[in-house]
Nanobody
C-alpha cells in the first residue's frame, strides 16, 4: 500500500515557475514507477510525465516537453515536477500516481494540488 500526498501548487503568472512535490509513504517507494497527471475543469484527466523506479528513464506529454521536468529522490520517498514557462492552459489539478514496475495501470493516486496560471 502506498499513500501519496502532493504539495506545491498555487497561483502563478504566465511564464512563471512552480515545483510540485509528491511524498509517498511506505518502504518500497523505489519499487514503483511514478507519474504526474492533470485534470482541467471540464476536461478528462491527462498524462503529464512519468519516471522509472531508478529515475533513469523519463517520458513527457508533448504539451509539456521542454518546460516540465520530473525527478525523484528515493531516499526521501518523493517525486517532483518542476514546471517552467507556465501557460494558462497548464491550469489544472495535478495528481501524482504510482504503479508497480512492469505494470500498466497506476494503482495509487494522491488527492491532487491545484495549479492556476494567470494570463
Amino acid at each position: 500500500q502506498v499513500q501519496l500526498v502532493e504539495s506545491g501548487g498555487g497561483l502563478v503568472q504566465a511564464g512563471g515557475s512552480l515545483r510540485l512535490s509528491c511524498a509517498a509513504s511506505g518502504r518500497t517507494f523505489s519499487s514503483y514507477e511514478m507519474g504526474w497527471f492533470r485534470q482541467a475543469p471540464g476536461k478528462e484527466r491527462e498524462f503529464v510525465a512519468r519516471i522509472s523506479w531508478s529515475g533513469g528513464s523519463t517520458y513527457y506529454a508533448d504539451s509539456v516537453k521542454g518546460r516540465f521536468t520530473i525527478s525523484r529522490d528515493n531516499a526521501k520517498n518523493t517525486v517532483y515536477l518542476e514546471m517552467n514557462s507556465l501557460k494558462p492552459e497548464d491550469t489544472a489539478v495535478y495528481y501524482c500516481a504510482a504503479r508497480r514496475r512492469g505494470t500498466v495501470q497506476y494503482d495509487y493516486w494522491g488527492q491532487g494540488t491545484q495549479v492556476t496560471v494567470s494570463s
